[in-house]
């Protein structure tokens, strides 16, 4: 068995990064995910990398735009009021099909909202977090290995269909420490032709561009990456189950609430109640099938959110109609306890679905 | 139980488990001293502070120095104004929780000539070699110099509190002791204490010197 050490969410990401061949890292400090940047700061001059701390996450972003378009790995990361302000920069990236990493610890909004962990920026995240028809994949990692393990995948994923991805943590994913193990697959190097690396007299101009004025063109790329956006769907849609085969309440959760929910469940199955978690790991592409594959067989789904509900509209979507799906929430910085969790339970088999 | 002297500042790379060690011994310093307070002189985390423990350490009748705005959820810099009693009141014994790497010891330059001229402390430095930027002896050093050269004051002592959390093994504490004992030997300081979970305590405490059992605080 391969060596494990004891690290921060926030570190997990930073370090899987350089493993995932990343050695440029752009970013502007905000808490609960500083220690992204503090981490990078001190490794990437030791391998040849680049930290740059920007002026603002404004910059930073379009530093990561400038290093996407030479094709190189590159990524960000921030918290909440900080991936607002990079909103523009992604939407252009979406625009142009480069890829990066953009990580966002999330804390409790809107506004500058306090510094506790919050999952209120998932519209902002799977709806597409800026102006203009595009799509992130939304990466969602439940522990600190996943932290790890998803940073990688998310390079891969995105160089693969040139889109940006998203790991859409929250502060207490990036401040627990858990061991993790760092030897995992690393991710596979993609071929970029498209890159502005030089033409050297030998081929025609790359141009990475996201100004279309003709909008015959312009809706054509769209209609393009959005047939892109479908393979995605089909690809890619990674979630797990815990405990579903005999279930007749399904609670839905992601990331820290999924942990709370499990806690909730198993003192459910203690007390005779035949409950199951669905907890995705990509929000966007979203899990449809599996939840209407559940609402073939339960009689309610619960999403227990870190918001005032926000996943729950996909579920509504995905199950459309065919149960009832309430919400067991908390926000602003608070996290549900599985005393909530199991009480939305115990209503929810006593048939109760407010 | 160590030999203190007036003033014993713990420093270490964030995430070493230092606040949790200035916890157990202000406890430890309580049972031999009345007036006994701990410092909590970390500028840069705002989350995991000594005033997590604040109930606990009043009812041992341990005061409490630290920010006004330590979880507070503001965000800002800040010592407290109490932090010169650490070093005009010499009636007072105190342990000091000083912040993670260079950044965070800064704060302690403040005092640190005072500290130097009573020259009444110990100065441990924290080490859990399953961090990962202090996994070796090189990486160990490098944060150890860079808390003398921010903190201007030079530790007298290793503390090795290497875990995995919940998953540290007998055979992880028995490793991690080796390791700190070499990098204790290259940087010619004695090796204080080797901390582990007081659940693992009775399994070790034949096979290792200086063992110390640590009463965890709870985090949330």
């Known amino acids: 068995m391969s060596e494990k050490v004891l690290m921060k969410g926030n570190e997990a990401i930073a370090e ?23 981490y990078m700061a001190k490794r990437m001059p030791k391998i040849g990398g680049t930290f740059l701390q920007a002026e603002s996450e404004i910059a930073a972003i379009n530093m990561v735009y400038g290093v996407s378009a030479a094709g190189k790995r590159v990524m960000t990361s921030s918290s909440s009021p900080g991936i607002s302000l990079k909103g523009e920069g992604i939407s252009y990236m979406a625009g142009a099909d480069l890829p990066a990493l953009i990580v966002n610890v999330q804390r409790g909004g809107p506004g500058l909202g306090g510094i506790q962990p919050s999952q209120s920026d998932y519209f902002q995240a799977t709806k597409g977090g800026a102006h203009g028809d595009f799509h992130m994949i939304v990466l969602a990692p439940a522990s600190v290995q996943e932290m790890a393990e998803l940073t990688v995948k998310g390079f891969e994923l995105a160089d693969k269909y040139r889109v940006t991805s998203m790991i859409l943590a929250d502060g207490t994913m990036g401040q627990m420490m858990e061991p993790v193990s760092l030897d995992f697959e690393l991710a596979e190097e993609v071929e970029k032709p ?19 004025l003709k909008p015959d063109q312009l809706e054509k790329t769209n209609i393009e990456r959005f047939e892109r956006y479908e393979i995605i769907k089909q690809n890619e849609v990674r979630y797990e189950e815990y405990l579903m085969e005999d279930a007749e309440i399904c609670i839905a959760a992601f990331g820290i609430a999924a942990r709370v929910a499990r806690n909730a469940i198993d003192e459910a199955r ?16 979203f899990p449809e099938k599996a939840f209407a594959d559940a609402s073939n067989k339960v009689k309610q789904i619960i999403s227990v959110e870190l918001s005032m509900g926000q996943m729950i509209e996909d579920i509504r979507l995905s199950v459309n109609g065919k149960v009832p799906v309430t919400l067991c929430n908390r926000t602003g910085g608070m996290i549900p306890s599985p005393e909530q969790v199991l009480k939305a339970i115990i209503n929810a088999n006593e048939g109760g679905n407010e | 139980m160590i030999d203190f002297k ?37 500028i840069v985390n705002p989350y995991f502070r000594t005033k997590d423990s604040e109930e606990l350490l009043k009812s041992a009748g341990i005061k409490l120095i630290c ?62 070699k399953f961090r990962p930027l202090t996994s070796d002896i ?64 009775e399994q070790l405490k034949d096979k290792v010197s200086n063992l110390y059992p640590l009463v965890m605080q709870k985090k949330i």
């Open chain 1, 16 to 38: 899987a990064a350089i493993k995932a061949g990343c050695r440029h890292y752009f970013g502007y400090p905000i808490t609960p995910q500083t220690e992204i940047a503090a």
């Open chain 2, 6 to 42: 007036r003033l014993t500042i713990v420093s270490g790379h964030y995430g070493s488990g230092k606040t949790n060690i200035a916890i157990n011994l202000a406890f430890d310093l309580k049972k031999l001293y009345n007036n006994v307070a701990i410092a909590d002189i970390d």
């Open chain 2, 67 to 128: 920010s006004p705005y330590a979880n507070s959820n503001v965000d800002i810099p800040a010592l407290p104004q109490e932090i010169y009693s650490i070093t005009d009141d010499l009636s007072m014994r105190a342990i000091l929780d000083v912040g993670g790497d260079e950044r965070g010891a800064l704060a302690l330059g403040r005092v640190a000539p005072k500290i130097k001229q009573e020259n009444n402390y110990d100065m441990f430095y924290v080490i859990n």
């Open chain 1, 194 to 212: 498209w890159a502005v690396t030089g033409t050297k007299m030998g081929r025609k101009h790359n141009i990475v561009n996201s100004l279309f």
């Open chain 1, 270 to 285: 203690k007390q005779g109640i035949k409950v199951g978690l669905i907890r995705p790991i990509t929000l966007w592409p």
């Open chain 2, 138 to 201: 090189d990486g160990a050093i490098e944060v150890f110099s860079e808390i003398e050269n921010a903190c201007k004051i030079k530790f007298t002592g290793i503390i090795n509190n290497s875990n995995l959390g919940k998953e540290t093994t007998i055979e992880d504490v028995l490793n991690s002791v080796d390791f700190a004992s070499k990098l204790a030997e290259k940087l010619g300081l004695p090796l204080v204490l080797n901390t582990v979970d007081e659940k693992l305590f």
